[in-house]
């Protein structure tokens, strides 16, 4: 039972009928494709409706989650109560000189295009990562010896009480998959990076190459979160699981890539209990046969059934 429906009608005054969404099945906004319903679904379009949704849930007591393209989340089968607070319509961008400035719903791959056009280089790395500008600065997303830490200037986050911040490089407390941003739970706003000249043709060959290896090496056709798991310290994750003999491991529908063992990956019709299963089963193996504790690094959230 929707216990927060009755707020609804309040959150479609202050921001619209068509950013809100009653009993909203969250496989529709996850790259794993699968979750249950969400009470409440909102889309604020701007910096202030965020902050007064922020307001609004805390003078209610309603439990709220914020989440940008949902492609390093999986929502359990019986959902999330409460509220979910995605930014998606968060995505104005604007560059000058070699700065490029994006709102925390903005794409990585927007950022890229844009860094591209005006012939900046540093960001090729993050071409085919999924997530947004807000997700991957919490988490400090990286690929192929690049990461947000090396581009990143600045900052504007909204906190728990509704305060707005901006927080410098320093500030940022950026680590591997860590941030000052996941630590405090703040909200990603908008993010400030700084790039150098570069040659054009250079760029893109450096895109074209890293798609290619991307296409030849990860289960790109599959819904995925990405890499399951943090790289242990000293291993690869990857690597352990292979060498676990788990490649090809399936819970239903639920997979360890044959392509890539840092995957799993949804063949079709898993439910979240399935990978939450499988993922389960990794660690214990990896764990028994090489004495190394995995970590997850997809966030995991919501109810079971």
Do not use: W
């Amino acid at each position: 039972m929707n216990q927060y429906k009755d707020f609804a009608t309040e959150l479609v005054e202050m921001l619209g009928n068509e950013n809100v969404k009653i009993d909203e099945p969250m496989k529709k906004h996850t790259s794993f494709r699968v979750g249950g319903p969400v009470d409440i679904l909102i889309t604020p379009q701007s910096f202030e409706q965020v902050k007064g949704a922020i307001k609004f849930c805390r003078k209610n007591l309603i439990p709220y989650f914020i989440m940008g393209n949902g492609s390093n989340l999986l929502v359990k089968d019986g959902g999330v109560r409460g509220v979910i607070i995605k930014l998606c319509n968060l995505d104005k961008i604007e560059t000058k000189e070699e700065r490029i400035t994006a709102q925390g719903g903005v794409l990585l791959s927007r950022v890229s295009n844009e860094a591209v056009k005006n012939c900046l280089t540093g960001f090729e790395f993050a071409s085919g990562i999924p997530g947004s500008v807000g997700g991957a600065l919490t988490m400090n997303a990286g690929a192929y010896n690049g990461e947000v830490s090396q581009v990143i200037e600045n900052a504007l986050v909204i906190d728990k009480e509704g305060n707005l911040i901006t927080l410098n490089k320093e500030q940022l407390e950026l680590g591997y998959r860590i941030s000052s941003i996941m630590k405090k739970n703040y909200t990603v706003l908008e993010a400030t990076f700084k790039f150098n000249k570069g040659d054009y043709e250079k760029i893109i060959g450096r895109i074209n190459d890293l798609t290619r290896r991307r296409r030849e090496k990860q289960p790109l056709e599959y819904p995925s979160a990405g890499s399951t798991f943090k790289r242990p310290e000293g291993y690869f994750a990857a690597k352990l699981i292979e060498d676990s003999g788990l490649k090809g491991v399936h819970v239903g529908d639920a997979e360890v890539s044959k392509k890539h063992s840092g995957f799993i990956i949804n063949k079709g019709n898993a439910a979240a209990k399935d990978i939450l299963d499988l993922i389960q089963i990794v660690k214990d193996t990896v764990k028994e046969k090489f004495n190394v504790d995995l970590h997850t690094e997809v966030m995991i959230i919501g109810e079971d059934i």
